[in-house]
């Protein structure tokens, strides 16, 4: 019997192509064939989008991909950093891992209640935003915001997750105020939960917060907190659902920047 690594060089590259991007990187260190095979461009070309109109569009968006050397250096360059597109309302990467689409949608391609009049909410730019605006709360006791996204963007046959992204300057009236979260694709079921957007509130705890999900620090150094789940089966075309609310309690809140809701892959 034929020893897997005496195979051809294409023979393993159709294996490889088979497999996921992290597989290719663990068989690549078997041998010199195996790490020719694991680079080559058929087995990324695989890993990548197959729409060559999503590659045509973020590559016009963003030239220097468009002399990337190799298909795997495409797809590392499309999971490293995030493309902004749709007028810097969005913005689009592969996850690492899986080559699924993940999206984040810009605090303003979300509907924020009362987010068109200033003495509420302001649009501020910030540089460690990926985005050209996000939206910073002045003072509101209404916090309405929702986002919506079609799952034809998204990879079919993939668990997603959507998270709020945000942070937390000089802010008040959420620390003793569990906030409602909620996913659901449209005319299913929605799953709601409470959580605490405040960061701190182990060190201030409070008997309406005590035990509820508490944001986490990301990468980038913003905060986020998952929302909820969903599937996407990729049979149909549908609207998912993504809502943050508080409009209960009537305190007064201010602090919080807002930078979007991102979809990912669980």
């Not at 810009?106 to 939206?135: G, N």
């Not at 079609?150 to 668990?159: I, R, Y």
């Not at 942070?167 to 996913?183: D, T």
């Not at 709601?192 to 917060?209: A, F, Y």
Request: proline residues 5%.
């Amino acid at each position: 019997m034929t020893e897997i690594q005496e195979l051809p060089e294409g023979c393993i590259a159709a294996i490889l192509s088979r497999t996921t991007p992290v597989d290719a990187g663990r068989f690549s260190v078997i041998s010199k064939t195996f790490r020719s095979a694991a680079d080559s461009d058929a087995v990324w070309n695989q890993f990548l989008p197959s729409d060559s109109n999503f590659i045509a569009s973020v590559v016009s968006h963003s030239p220097s991909l468009g002399n990337a050397p190799t298909k795997k250096a495409l797809y590392l360059a499309l999971s490293d950093h995030p493309i902004i597109i749709d007028n810097g309302h969005k913005s689009v990467q592969l996850d690492r891992k899986t080559g699924k689409f993940r999206y984040m949608l810009a605090a303003r391609s979300l509907t924020i209640i009362w987010s068109d009049h200033d003495q509420y909410w302001d649009w501020i730019e910030l540089p460690e935003s990926r985005f050209p605006e996000v939206a910073e709360l002045r003072d509101v006791c209404w916090f309405d915001i929702q986002g919506t996204i079609n799952t034809v963007a998204l990879s079919p046959n993939t668990e997603y997750a959507a998270y709020l992204v945000f942070k937390m300057v000089g802010a008040r009236g959420f620390q003793n105020r569990p906030i409602e979260l909620s996913v659901f694709v449209e005319g299913g079921h929605s799953n709601t939960k409470n959580v605490c957007l405040d960061p701190d509130v182990e060190g201030r705890s409070h008997d309406r917060v005590v035990g509820l999900e508490c944001p986490n620090v990301r990468s980038d150094g913003w905060l986020e907190i998952e929302m909820g789940e969903f599937f996407n089966s990729g049979i149909e075309n549908e609207e998912v659902h993504m809502k943050v609310l508080e409009t209960k309690g009537g305190n007064w809140k201010r602090g919080f920047i807002v930078e979007g809701i991102e979809v990912r892959p669980k």
